[in-house]
């Protein structure tokens, strides 16, 4: 822990009322991320009175509609469901003897770490933990920053914004939440197989040391490229204009510059790589309302190595769009392209070779409000980095180009991609 970073104990934050006790059925999608835990630091610079206290009573409170969060895993008979116990969330109260700008949260390398600023289940809790961790960090400057760290397995980014959406309106003085939060969803269709099957094997891969370091992708880098890409459609002679969005370019340049970084000391050159990136399905899956359970699928792009690290830019990004373009077929065609790619080329991969990146725009993560607006920026992290990924972070100000948390290179390839990413322009 940072000298910079005054932790209390965790504690239980249990409902505010008793809640009812039941044991839930999971998904399948939910179960294959069981073991995966996951951060999102959420930045605020204006201060509001007594963070700590006022987000623990407003946990207490969101916890009685939400109170399977406050359960526990359990295994009835041979299945793995969700225990609603009421036993509560972990919670920590933190003090920083400095500002968040002294702090230094988005350099390369920060003076407090988003490790400091959340609670991980390592070193932790070795049986029956929680489901759910949270941290309030005080800073000398009034603002603050709270850490959320949960077991994949009870919800997915859109799930988790619905949820502190729900604590930021009792922060506020609201009486209920404005959507009622549902975790069963009997109707809700299931992802096919080859998405449940690609996310165990992600899942469970064996953990490597990535760094962490947060990244931008300049925007004039972004514009040049969008400007390109829509000037050679043009040019096709097909008669249409196509057009690609920032998502697409910072990932097949995040997609390009790793590989360039890595490519040195790959077993061949022509090794096979994948892209994969998460995409929220509750329309398609046609989930309920305020459902929080998993519901996302995978857009996927395969490729190799040499071909990532010198092809043109422009032809990763067709990649990317061609791999959005197919996950609306996702219930339609059962996922066959991940099937296909998986059993094919991509059989084989080496999960070091495979690129995860996860987007929490348009999740709500940024409007979560405990009382002095919206957070300035969102930042993801993984406690166990079992895969190369990038976190595309939430902030109010794009200006300057797409931030990303990434731990998506080993630290002897570190110096390599900064440069390549340097290199964007």
């Known amino acids: 822990m940072s000298s910079w970073v005054t932790k209390s104990l965790p504690f239980l934050v249990a409902p505010a009322v008793a809640s009812p006790t039941a044991a839930l059925q ?22 509001i009175d007594r963070p700590a206290e006022t987000i623990r009573r407003a946990l207490s409170r969101a916890l009685v509609p939400y109170y ?40 390369r390398r920060p003076v407090v770490s988003v490790e400091d600023l959340s609670i991980s289940y390592a070193g932790q809790y070795s049986e029956d933990p929680p489901l759910l961790l949270v941290q309030v960090t005080e800073f000398s400057c009034g603002g603050f920053v709270v850490g959320v760290t949960w077991n994949h397995v009870l919800t997915d980014g ?29 109707t809700l269709s299931e992802l096919p197989p080859p998405i449940t099957t690609m996310t165990k094997a992600l899942v469970s891969s ?15 880098f972004v514009d040049r490229i969008k400007g390109e890409f829509r000037r050679r459609s043009y040019g096709s002679g097909s008669g249409q204009v196509s057009t ?19 490519i ?35 857009g996927l792009a395969a490729s190799t190595l040499r071909e990532v690290a010198d092809g ?4 990763l990004v067709t990649l990317v769009r061609d791999a959005k373009a197919r996950v609306p077929f996702t219930f339609a065609d059962g996922a066959a392209h991940i099937a296909d790619e998986m059993g094919g080329r991509l059989k084989g991969l080496d999960g070091y070779d495979t690129l995860y990146v996860t987007s929490w725009w348009n999740l709500g993560l940024d409007d979560v409000d405990f009382g002095s607006g919206g957070a300035e920026r969102v930042i993801g992290c993984m406690e166990r980095k079992v895969v190369p990924g990038c976190f595309l972070c939430g902030k109010k100000d794009k200006a300057e180009g797409v931030a990303a948390m990434a731990l998506c290179v080993k630290q002897e390839h570190a110096e390599a991609f900064h440069a390549e990413l340097r290199s964007l322009k």
Do not use: H
């Open 26 to 47: 999971l998904t399948s999608m939910d179960r294959a991320l069981v073991s995966l835990p996951v951060s999102a630091m959420f930045v605020y610079e204006n201060p």
């Open 312 to 315: 043109d830019i422009l032809d």
């Open 206 to 220: 064996k953990p490597r040391d990535m760094p962490s370091s947060y990244i931008t992708v300049p925007l004039s």
């Open 244 to 262: 690609c969005t920032a998502f697409d370019v910072f990932t097949a340049a995040i997609w390009k510059c790793r590989a360039r970084a890595t």
């Open 158 to 186: 859109a799930g988790m914004a619905q949820f502190l959406k729900a604590v930021g309106e009792f922060a506020r003085g609201s009486p209920s939440p404005s959507v009622l939060p549902m975790r069963v969803d009997d």
């Open 264 to 298: 040195g000391s790959a077993a061949s050159p022509d090794a096979p790589t994948a892209l994969a990136f998460t995409v929220n399905v509750r329309k398609p899956a046609k989930a309920k309302d305020g459902y929080y359970g998993n519901v996302f699928a995978f």
């Open 68 to 107: 399977p969060m406050a359960g526990r895993l359990a295994v009835t008979g041979d299945q793995l469901k969700l225990a609603c116990t009421g036993e509560g969330v972990a919670f920590v109260g933190a003090s920083a003897s400095c500002t968040l700008q002294d702090a230094r949260l988005c350099d």
